[in-house]
């Protein structure tokens, strides 16, 4: 099915206050495609961002048989295929199903779970099964089908990557009790639940959401009423077990470039792969583990374990083929919405601008956005490139904070100077 409607839901950056469900949810899925200037456009949801190297390859060949052939990776370590023809929903659905991508037809859009994408592989604990377990709930669960498509799960090794992602319901491990902690929103208290209950926990306070929120309501737990939530946080938390004060991070730390224990991170500038790319991490994968984790600031972890010389040279031809091996590549946390022509609502080509504007690292992330919807802005403290009529706006975002604006006119050498400045 093709729906006609907006471009790729925003992400509003204003918090607090009361934002009822209007319209219906405009979030693309499979087997709802979102029409888009550059042709239908599907969001594959990937739980945990984890592939295995053959349903790397159907997403492939679902891209070159009925798309652009490229491979978008998202802010929730999903996959997005551009450029579909309007009629191919339904082979899309069948090639996806027999790749296991699809186990639930009435869930496709409500299996949005992200998980710190080196647990268990640079000595921090595993998320044991709480990443497969979760997404079984969440498909067996007549009530979860109606959670919206931008509700997110968050599964954190300890590290607080993801945690601080400003998921609706987070499951933290605890590390030295062997515990979980539940947070649920934004809520500085968390709950401790024994490990293994912490994925029905998680479905639960997913649950009570939707019955928080009412019919029409929220679409997501920092959406409700501020007494709501907080009636929400204090009776489903406390139902799970004793609370803990442990404030959320505000400042998510992808995994750098290069390695990580047994991993190989590799970065995607500006989230895009080609079939060449795709194909030779596929490759990699396969010749390692058999398994590909897609991250949240759209990069790909590689589990080993890898003899020390292959990395090295693994890393060599992923650096060849244009994706970003090492932390001082210019691209490092570089980032851009589709822009024009891909998206009728851009006023440029942002990508095209993102790119000439590289330069040296920066400490902070960059993201460029064609119009203030900011689709897929990076989260925590990050510079903000909004094109506006006047110009290009760029402000320093913290959390729920932004500092006062600069705007630069059409100046490609004042642009990228002002960015470079900014991220400094
Ligand atoms: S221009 Fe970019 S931010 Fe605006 S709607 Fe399109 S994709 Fe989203």
């Known amino acids: 099915m093709l729906a006609a409607m907006p471009d790729s839901a925003p992400s509003p950056l204003s918090a607090g206050g009361v934002s009822p469900r209007t319209g219906g949810d405009a979030c ?49 370590g ?10 191919c929903g339904g082979e899309l659905a069948g090639l996806l199903t027999d790749a296991g991508l699809l186990p639930s037809a009435a869930h496709e859009r409500a299996r949005n779970i992200v998980a710190s994408p080196l647990a ?36 954190d090794d300890g590290r607080g990557d993801v945690d601080a992602l400003g998921a609706d319901v987070t ?78 991070p505000r400042t998510a730390t992808p995994p750098a470039p290069g390695t990580h224990g047994s991993a190989i991170t590799a970065e995607v500038p500006l989230g895009r792969l080609t079939p060449a790319q795709w194909r030779l991490l596929t490759e990699t994968a396969r010749r390692y583990g058999g398994e590909l984790r897609l991250t949240p600031w759209r990069g790909i972890v590689i589990p080993g374990p890898v003899p020390r010389p292959e990395v090295v040279e693994a890393l060599r031809t992923l650096s060849e083929s244009g994706l970003i091996t090492a932390p001082d590549s210019p691209w490092t946390g570089v980032g851009a919405c589709i822009g024009h022509p891909g998206c009728a609502k851009s ?7 993102a790119g000439a504007a590289v330069g040296p690292p920066g400490r902070l992330p960059v993201y460029w956005s064609g119009c203030e919807r900011r689709c897929g802005h990076p989260h ?29 006119g059409n100046d490609p050498a004042a642009l990228a100077a002002a960015v470079a400045a900014a991220r400094a």
């Open 28 to 76: 693309p899925g499979t087997l709802r495609l979102h029409r888009a200037d550059d042709g239908a456009l599907a969001r594959v949801r990937i739980p945990g961002g984890v592939l295995s190297a053959d349903q790397a390859d159907a997403l492939l060949t679902a891209a070159a048989r009925f798309g652009d052939g490229e491979l978008h990776l998202t802010s929730r």
């Open 78 to 87: 999903n996959v997005q295929l551009r450029g579909l023809g309007t009629e």
């Open 120 to 155: 268990g592989l640079d000595g921090s604990g595993g998320l044991g099964v709480w990443l497969t377990e979760l997404d079984r709930l969440v498909c067996g669960s007549a009530a979860a089908a109606t959670l919206s498509g931008r509700f997110l799960f968050a599964l």
């Open 171 to 248: 499951l933290i491990a605890e590390g030295p009790s062997g515990a979980a902690l539940l947070r649920i929103g934004a809520a500085d208290e968390v709950f401790r639940v024994p490990a293994t209950d912490a994925p029905r926990a998680a479905l639960l306070a997913a649950e009570e959401f939707l019955r928080a929120a009412g019919d029409p309501g929220a679409w997501r737990v920092k959406d409700l009423p501020d007494d709501v939530r907080a009636e929400l946080v204090r009776t489903t938390g406390s139902a799970a077990g004793p609370t803990v004060h442990r404030p959320r």
């Open 347 to 353: 006023l440029s080509d942002v990508r095209a601008e």
């Open 380 to 408: 925590g403290e990050w510079i903000d490139v909004v094109v506006t009529p006047d110009g290009h706006r760029i402000s320093h975002v913290r959390g729920e904070r932004r500092d006062p604006p600069a705007t630069v």
